[in-house]
């Protein structure tokens, strides 16, 4: 085991393959540990985590209270609607407030790009991006390269397909610098106005169908149409959308036979993934994923925790 060596996680772009394997394999172990009923630890216990959330989430933002709880620590929800940033608090106040009281691990989820990157330099709390924008949401990646790892017992060469709108998915960029890190093949499947400008510059294969893309692929991996951050129409309509890059049997049936089917919520159902597939149980892992998520966060808490504990205020 290699000490990991920062004191946030806002990223995955970067970080070295050793300090990967290790977040996984001790959330290996937290995953066997939550399935046998042993949760309560005291690993957290007198630390404060925050989940300071101005974007909204069901399950980020509910396993990281869990995992907080597991591991003994005080956990407090704030979301934006109660707190003052809506009465015009900037940011940077927002961190002073935290600071004051003595928040040790702060989870940040923003819709803008880098806003957790900004809060690590103002909170002397370790800081945990729980997606910003269309930059990442690197604890998502962790629990998809656990789950993959689970099923197919390793993460190199495998062929990962990640399909639909990448262009503005923080999933899709932290999955693809974690699975290019671990020698995955990673393709990105997407029409050209749901794909970043040179994409290839991240070290992927673009396909623009799903024929091509799917085809022997060990993972496929759906994203959501992210509507909400569309200024115009970058796809004819939903129905059609559907038809070309929604996954159904036939599309995956061009995977390997045991491709594993893989979303990380919330799904748009008839959209960009079938029902019949989502709810296919000897091909969909998505609750596994969330499964998965609470095991991850927990490793991540545990391991940022250890060097805060080298860092400890008087
Ligand atoms: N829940 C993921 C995220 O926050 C994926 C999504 O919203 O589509 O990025």
Redesign the pocket.
Known sequence: MVAYPHRHLLALQGLEPPYIADLLDLAESYALLNRSGKTQRDLLKGRTLINLFFED?T??RTSFELAGKRLGADVINMSVSQSSVNKGETLLDTASTLNAMHCDLLVV?HAMSGAPALLSQKVDAAVINA?DGTHE?PT?ALLDALTIRRHKGKLENLTVAICGDVLH???ARSNIHLLSAMNCRVRVVAPPTLLPSEVERMGVEVFHDMKSGLRDADVVMM??L?KERMAGGLVPSAREYFRFFGLDGAKLSLAKPDAIVMH???MNRGVEIDSAVADDPARSVIGEQVEMGVAVRMAVLDTLSRNLRRNARP
Do not use: A, N
């Open positions: 989430s399950r980020t989820r997606g949401h998502q998915s923080r999933v994203l959501r992210q990380p919520g919330p």
